[in-house]
Structure formats: C-alpha cells, structure tokens
C-alpha cells in the first residue's frame, strides 16, 4: 500500500536521529530525486541526512520527488531554501532534479539563480561523471565517505549561505579534497579518498522503503573485481572489508536490535567474517546483496543456508561462454543450481545484460537456453529474470565502446521475450526503453553535454539534442 500524506511517511518511521525545530539558524534541503521509497533504502542519502543533522546549526527537512507538498518534515517549498544538498544514484534522476527546480520555481542553470542560494551535489552518478551537472550544481563531491561529507558541512555551517557571500563559501568549498566547483576550477579533481573506517547504517526505518523495515548495513566498500563494465571499482574503491566488530557496533545503535538486516557490499562471499557476523546475528532475518557464486567456498555456502531469506540475488551477466571469459566471470548454469539447491530461498533473482560490445545473436540465445535450462531444473523455486542493456560507464574498461543500437537491442529482448514465454516459475523484468539511452550521455558526455541537460525540457528533448550532435540515441 502506497502512502498518501506526508503524515502517513512520517508516521511509518522510526529514527535514531534527534529532532530538530525551526530555531535552528540554518535551514538546508536534502534531496533525493526520486521516490521516497528507493531514498530510505539508500544508504548514501541516510548518511548524508544524519550528517546534516549532526551539525547543530543545520535544520535539514528531506525532499523527494514523489513528493509534491514541499518538505517532508514541514511542508516547506524547495525555494524557500537557501542551502540545497542533493544526492544523486542513477543518471535519469538529473531530470527529475530539473523537474523540481522548475516546479519550485528555482533556475536550474547556477549562472542564473539568485547568489544566496548554493546547491551541491554527490553520489554515484556525478562520481562516475561530473560534467553533465556541472551548470546546475554550483559543488559537486566526487567519491564517498563521511568525513569529507562532514568537511563540506562544516564549511557551511561557518559560512552560512544568505549570510556569506558566495564567492567566498565557494572559495571555501573549492579547497575540500574531491568537490569541483565548475565557476572557479576548470576541470574536476581527482576523488575523495575517506579514512572512515565507521560503516554506513540505517538510521531510519520505514515500513514504505524498498526494503520495508530492514536495517541495512555496509560490510564492505568499494569492489576487489574489476569487471569491465562496472563502474563501483572506479567510484568507490580502494576495496575495504569493515570489521565485523565495527559492524556490530553501527547495529547496536538500535536500542532494540534489529529483526531485519541487510547487509551491503560487492563481494559477500568474500567477507572474511561472514562466518562470525552470521552466528551473532542468528536470532535475525539476513538479506545479503548479489553473491558472487564463483567466489563461494564450503564454509560461505553453510553461512549461508541459515539466512531466512527467501529471496538469494546471483548476477551470472551473460549465458554466453564465450563473453563469460571475456568478463571474466566463469559463473555455469550447474553452478546455480548447485547453489540454488542447497540454499532455503525460495526465490533466485539473476541478473543479466544485454548489448555487451562484442555480443552475437548466438550469445543471446546462449543466454535464454542457460536463464530456460535453470529455471526448469530448479522448477519448485520461483525465478526473477533481470535483463538490462549495457551502459557505457566512464573510467571503466569499457568506456570507449558505444550502446548497442535501439532497433538491434529492442529485437534482442523481444527474443529473450519469446524465448522465455512459456516457463511458468519464471518472471521476466526487462528494463530498457528508448529514454535509458540517456543514461549512456550522461555517463559519458562531456562539458558540452551540460549545456544540452540544463537547457532541456523532457527526456525527450534531451535525446533529440543529442542525436543532433552525434549521439546514437
């Protein structure tokens, strides 16, 4: 059931933040553009929330996009703000910014919106690509990590936009390791390394996130592979494992210990201690991220066989052996089942891309006889089908390489389609549609591109802009 009011979001909560009131000096928006489901599942933006409130002369109220009645705290518009953080996951989410500064009555271009007003932006998408945004945030944080986060709070917090002249906030900011700030630096810099050794944690529950009142907890950061289309390794890495004593402690936040916990990070099945993380935390209900089912040992695979969860996530990417070796990722259909078997789930959700650079019809079929051959010998287990279409990623190994076609990848997953139609344990969730091919701009573009978004009415227009200076989209 989806929620109505402001009220009803708020009611469903509990936080372990301490409340804050109008008397704060500083009011500050933070933002995340897009439902308010994915943001309380976000660990990024939970972060950055409970470090704005953690600086006593921030007011911080939350904004989404789903969200058409102002703040969620207080029902104030967005341009009632003078300091706007947003937080940015996933490229497409650039328009739905664009759409609330233009519901707001906020220019979207920084050149042209009123100087007492400072928006700074971060996440993984401006991590992998900063330039596309590049007029609309006055700073943006490449990288992670809270420390840097609290460095750029502080700043504002001693220079207070509407109190400081911006030209010296900016100056200011543009002194934090890995924030650009375009008006004042031509190109953006190297990322923010964190020294946090502390791991993010839930610290508002919510019975409306995508993961209804699940605690979610890092256990590593970064990624120790580098397949060639990921981009986690560039933006996040160097590869940490976070003790399972430092773990521990972020969950005993909750004065009452979670009955529900997520725990996050690329390479589960190489977390050193799983085994001890698993055996404290028995009495639990254990969700994990996608397993690596090449990296699973004995010891990993008995760990984890007394998670409650009924749903396992593997990410084979391909059927094809041929793109297997050359992703690197040697995951057999046997293995899965093997796997799958053994473990109490009763739904595998397997994720899969389509349009890598040197794919064939052949490999796709390869893909629907491996996803076909799975599901039928596993047919007392229900199967979630992911299919999405690669996306070139700067700094990745893959960068230079185009999107494949929109006709060729559109007859593509038709196959899959036909090909999968008839399994009855086997639900298909195809994610492509002519509008994701901005995704691949906004990844990759350049300065010029920031030109195109900022100025853009839809998506649409967008794309049309795009193929007009070259783009295949």
Same mark, same amino acid.
């Given at each position: 059931?989806?929620?109505?009011?402001?009220?009803?979001?708020?009611?469903?909560?509990?936080?372990?933040?301490?409340?804050?009131?109008?008397?704060?000096?500083?009011?500050?928006?933070?933002?995340?553009?897009?439902?308010?489901?994915?943001?309380?599942?976000?660990?990024?933006?939970?972060?950055?929330?409970?470090?704005?409130?953690?600086?006593?002369?921030?007011?911080?109220?939350?904004?989404?996009?789903?969200?058409?009645?102002?703040?969620?705290?207080?029902?104030?518009?967005?341009?009632?703000?003078?300091?706007?953080?947003?937080?940015?996951?996933?490229?497409?989410?650039?328009?739905?910014?664009?759409?609330?500064?233009?519901?707001?009555?906020?220019?979207?271009?920084?050149?042209?919106?009123?100087?007492?007003?400072?928006?700074?932006?971060?996440?993984?998408?401006?991590?992998?690509?900063?330039?596309?945004?590049?007029?609309?945030?006055?700073?943006?944080?490449?990288?992670?990590?809270?420390?840097?986060?609290?460095?750029?709070?502080?700043?504002?917090?001693?220079?207070?936009?509407?109190?400081?002249?911006?030209?010296?906030?900016?100056?200011?900011?543009?002194?934090?390791?890995?924030?650009?700030?375009?008006?004042?630096?031509?190109?953006?810099?190297?990322?923010?390394?964190?020294?946090?050794?502390?791991?993010?944690?839930?610290?508002?529950?919510?019975?409306?996130?995508?993961?209804?009142?699940?605690?979610?907890?890092?256990?590593?950061?970064?990624?120790?592979?580098?397949?060639?289309?990921?981009?986690?390794?560039?933006?996040?890495?160097?590869?940490?494992?976070?003790?399972?004593?430092?773990?521990?402690?972020?969950?005993?936040?909750?004065?009452?210990?979670?009955?529900?916990?997520?725990?996050?990070?690329?390479?589960?099945?190489?977390?050193?201690? $799983? @085994? !001890?993380? &698993? =055996?404290?935390?028995?009495?639990?209900?254990?969700?994990?991220?996608?397993? /690596?089912? %090449?990296?699973?040992?004995?010891?990993?695979?008995?760990?984890?066989?007394?998670?409650?969860?009924?749903?396992?996530?593997?990410?084979?990417?391909?059927?094809?052996?041929?793109?297997?070796?050359?992703?690197?990722?040697?995951?057999?259909?046997?293995?899965?089942?093997?796997?799958?078997?053994?473990?109490?789930?009763?739904?595998?959700?397997?994720?899969?891309?389509?349009?890598?650079?040197?794919?064939?019809?052949?490999?796709?079929?390869?893909?629907?006889?491996?996803?076909?051959?799975?599901?039928?010998?596993?047919?007392?287990?229900?199967?979630?089908?992911?299919?999405?279409?690669?996306?070139?990623?700067?700094?990745?190994?893959?960068?230079?390489?185009?999107?494949?076609?929109?006709?060729? $990848? @559109? !007859?593509? &997953? =038709?196959?899959?389609?036909?090909?999968?139609?008839?399994?009855?344990?086997? /639900?298909? %969730?195809?994610?492509?549609?002519?509008?994701?091919?901005?995704?691949?701009?906004?990844?990759?573009?350049?300065?010029?591109?920031?030109?195109?978004?900022?100025?853009?009415?839809?998506?649409?227009?967008?794309?049309?802009?795009?193929?007009?200076?070259?783009?295949?989209?």
């Amino acid at each position: 059931m989806k929620p109505r009011t402001s009220k009803e979001l708020l009611q469903s909560e509990i936080s372990l933040l301490p409340s804050k009131s109008t008397g704060w000096k500083i009011r500050c928006a933070a933002v995340f553009p897009s439902d308010y489901s994915a943001a309380m599942s976000n660990l990024g933006f939970q972060t950055l929330f409970e470090k704005m409130h953690n600086f006593q002369m921030f007011y911080p109220q939350r904004f989404f996009a789903n969200l058409k009645s102002g703040s969620l705290e207080e029902k104030k518009p967005l341009s009632s703000f003078q300091l706007i953080m947003v937080s940015l996951s996933y490229e497409l989410d650039y328009f739905n910014i664009l759409k609330m500064f233009k519901y707001y009555g906020i220019a979207p271009n920084r050149k042209h919106r009123h100087r007492d007003r400072i928006v700074i932006a971060g996440g993984a998408a401006p991590s992998i690509n900063p330039y596309p945004i590049s007029l609309i945030a006055d700073a943006i944080f490449i990288g992670e990590g809270g420390d840097c986060i609290e460095n750029i709070i502080e700043v504002l917090s001693n220079n207070p936009p509407g109190f400081t002249d911006k030209s010296i906030i900016l100056k200011e900011l543009s002194l934090i390791p890995g924030l650009w700030v375009p008006e004042l630096q031509d190109k953006p810099p190297e990322k923010a390394l964190s020294n946090v050794n502390i791991p993010s944690v839930t610290t508002i529950l919510s019975s409306f996130a995508s993961f209804p009142n699940i605690v979610l907890v890092q256990i590593q950061r970064g990624c120790a592979s580098n397949c060639p289309f990921c981009a986690t390794p560039v933006t996040f890495n160097p590869f940490y494992n976070y003790s399972a004593d430092s773990v521990l402690k972020q969950l005993h936040r909750w004065e009452i210990f979670p009955k529900r916990i997520g725990l996050i990070g690329s390479a589960i099945a190489d977390y050193p201690q $799983l @085994t !001890k993380l &698993f =055996e404290y935390l028995r009495d639990s209900e254990i969700y994990t991220s996608s397993i /690596r089912i %090449d990296r699973l040992n004995s010891q990993c695979l008995n760990v984890l066989k007394l998670s409650k969860h009924r749903t396992i996530t593997f990410a084979p990417e391909t059927g094809a052996q041929r793109l297997k070796a050359e992703l690197g990722k040697i995951i057999t259909p046997e293995d899965i089942i093997a796997v799958s078997s053994q473990l109490p789930a009763s739904t595998i959700k397997l994720y899969y891309i389509i349009g890598l650079p040197s794919e064939s019809i052949k490999d796709v079929q390869e893909t629907i006889e491996e996803i076909s051959f799975v599901a039928k010998s596993l047919s007392k287990k229900k199967f979630t089908i992911s299919v999405n279409a690669f996306v070139p990623k700067r700094n990745t190994l893959l960068e230079n390489c185009s999107m494949m076609p929109h006709d060729e $990848l @559109t !007859k593509r &997953f =038709e196959l899959i389609k036909s090909g999968l139609r008839n399994i009855p344990n086997l /639900r298909l %969730d195809i994610n492509y549609k002519r509008k994701s091919r901005a995704q691949w701009v906004l990844s990759c573009g350049g300065k010029d591109i920031a030109n195109v978004l900022v100025n853009c009415k839809s998506t649409s227009d967008f794309l049309r802009n795009c193929r007009a200076n070259g783009w295949d989209v």
